[in-house]
């Protein structure tokens, strides 16, 4: 089982990126997946995740209205799609899913918000 990230990278303040999650390995379904991100010196938080059908949602509120969740099952693919970036929103953005009781991570991506 393999969690990809990619898409992070240098970003000005109010610029948009889209982080890809390639998944891999899971066993007769694609699971719900969630997105974190680990600021410098900061405990892991969620940012939001998606059903395994992708039908829902959620968001963490200080997200909400700038970023978007959506999946491509065909592709084993979730996005985060990342629109007003902020300075706060610099992290280390990971993906996570859990399946027959297993927490699986990736190995981040990094997104830099900065002039």
């Known amino acids: 089982v393999q969690l990809v990230e990619s898409g992070g990278g240098l970003v000005q303040p109010g610029g948009s990126l889209r982080l890809s999650c390639a998944a891999s390995?899971?066993?007769?379904?694609?699971?719900?997946i969630s997105w974190y991100r680990q600021a410098p010196g900061k405990e892991r938080e969620l940012v939001g995740d998606?059903?395994?059908?992708?039908?829902?949602?959620n968001y963490a509120d200080f997200v909400k209205g700038r970023f978007t969740i959506s999946r491509d099952n065909a592709k084993n693919t979730v996005y985060l799609q990342m629109n007003s970036l902020k300075p706060e929103d610099t992290a280390v953005y990971y993906c996570?899913?859990?399946?027959?009781?297993?927490?699986?991570w990736g190995q981040g991506t990094q997104v830099t918000v900065s002039t």
């Open positions: 390995g899971f066993t007769f379904s694609n699971p719900a």
């Open positions: 998606i059903t395994s059908s992708g039908s829902r949602m």
């Open positions: 996570y899913a859990k399946q027959w009781g297993v927490d699986y």
